[in-house]
Structures are given as structure tokens and as C-alpha cells.
């Protein structure tokens, strides 16, 4: 049976540009930051899914403003950005129907899990909001890394690499596959469409996801 492995942000749920301005907000609180600095996060946001928040806000003030922080500080700042966008994240709106559709639909003859950057915590709670737990068998956010995510199902399910498929919408997450040995299929970005135009995902109305999943991995491997 093929075991899918969901990207959650970007992919069943989108709320990319709700967190990217959570970020803005909680820069702004903390530290003396101009526009051109915000807009170079807005950037590395877009460009960087499958990344967790304490990674991103280490990266604004390590590479952005040049102003490390330590690590108690960087956690005090992830668990804020977390108060900040509680209100919005919880909400249907967010859910990309056309995927959940396909969910619904193969759930029963595929195996699904949810390998998130989300933490972990947040996003059990959220998909339980959702109504999305019937249909994984599992759901992981970060910490670990996703790569160790993918490694730690491996493990914990006896899965090979020929039956395991990572859907994603970022490089991190093609890449998270490669240190694995598993097949990939892009989503939702043009980067991916342009690296990966034999195993990319226009649309899940009608698709053949295991044909798919076939020809990708022959060129992949």
C-alpha cells in the first residue's frame, strides 16, 4: 500500500501569509527593524517552507538584523509568535478543499500521515479543530526536523523507502526526502513546477496518484 506523507502548511492548509505577518508583528515588538529588513524575512518566508519558527525567527535576527539572540530568548519569542496567530490559524478557511477532497477520497486505500514544521503541539490541536484525524495515521510537527520526522515513520511503521511519498511545497522538503531515499511530488509552488516538472502536482481533481508516484520515483532514483 502507498504511505503519502503529508506537507501540512502550504498543501492541506495555507496560512503562509497569516504567519508571515505574525512574524512581522512580533519583530516589530522586539526589535528596531525597517521595512527593507521585513521585506528580506517576507522573502525568506515565502521561499522556505517546511522550516520551523524558531529556525525562521533565528534567521531574521542572525543573517537579517545581525543581532543573535540566545536560546531562551528565541524560545520566549516562539512561544509569542504562537499567542499571535492562535486567533486567525483556527479556522476552516485556511483548509485547501481540493486536497481535502482527495483525502476523503483515498484515505481508505493509501496510508496517510502529516509531517509538519508546525509545532507539534499546535498542530495536533489544530487538526483535531479540523476534523482532519480519521484520515492519518499519524500527525508530526516540529521538533524533530522533517527529515527526521520521515526517518523516525521509517523506524516506527517498518516502511521501505519504494512505498514511502512525501508531498511537499518547498525545496526543505524535496530535500528532506532526499537524506531519506523516498520519492517526492511538489505542490503549490513554481519553484518546484520548474525543478520538477515530472513530479509535480497541478491539481488533485482526477489525479492518479500512484501512477504518479511511480514515474517519480524511477526519476528520482
Known sequence: MLVVI???DGVIF?????????FKTLFKRHAKTSQEAL???EDYHYTSGGIGRAEKITYFYNHILKQPLKAAQI?????????????DLFSREH????????????????????????????LQILCEFLGLLPYFKSIEGSPPSKAKVL???KTAYAYTSQEMLLIGDSKSDYE?????????LGYNSAFLQDMLPQAYITSFQGL???????KAGSNQF
Open 6 to 8: 503529508w506537507d501540512f
Open 14 to 22: 495555507d496560512s503562509m501569509h497569516l504567519k508571515c505577518e505574525g
Open 39 to 41: 521585506k528580506a524575512f
Open 75 to 87: 524560545e520566549a519569542l516562539v512561544d509569542e509568535f504562537g499567542q499571535i496567530i492562535t486567533k
Open 95 to 122: 483548509l485547501n478543499q481540493d486536497v481535502l477532497n482527495f483525502i476523503k477520497a483515498h484515505y481508505q486505500n493509501c496510508t496517510f500521515h502529516i509531517a509538519s514544521a508546525a509545532l507539534h503541539s499546535e
Open 151 to 153: 526517518a523516525n515513520l
Open 176 to 184: 528532506s526526502t532526499r537524506v531519506n531515499n523516498i520519492s517526492f
Open 208 to 214: 492518479d496518484l500512484k501512477t504518479l508516484a511511480t
